[in-house]
Nanobody
């Protein structure tokens, strides 16, 4: 069964960094558009970043531009999210997702596979 598993979350002070990983299993995700989303308590899920299968194009939400970097290693079936200059408002559960239909990201991209999420907490 295909699944995505996130790791790398934790507690960090404001200004610090974390790197999240998302490992795919059960099928090859290397040909899919991959994305990261986050959801804070009481808030809607928010788009964070996405990357095309080749890594040639990346997309970022406005709140993380210039601080977060998405990348992928297709040989390892893994996507990463490097988060720098973290702020308390980055606190959320972070989810990775895969789209098997869309090659490029837009606001209407449908993501078909989702991980279980990893908690990121940024203290002030």
């Amino acid at each position: 069964q295909a699944k995505l598993v996130e790791s790398g979350g934790g507690l960090v002070q404001a200004g610090g960094s974390l790197r999240l990983s998302c490992a795919g299993s059960g099928r090859t995700f290397s040909s899919y558009l991959m994305g990261w989303f986050r959801q804070a308590p009481g808030q809607e899920r928010e788009f964070v970043a996405a990357i095309t299968w080749s890594g040639s194009r990346t997309y970022y939400g406005d709140s993380v531009k210039g601080r977060f970097t998405i990348s992928r290693d297709n040989a390892k079936n893994t996507v990463y999210l490097q988060m720098n200059s973290l702020k308390p408002e980055d606190t959320a559960v972070y989810y990775c997702a895969a789209s098997i239909r869309d090659s490029y990201y837009s606001g209407t991209t449908r993501f078909d596979y989702w991980g279980q999420g990893t908690q990121v907490t940024v203290s002030s």
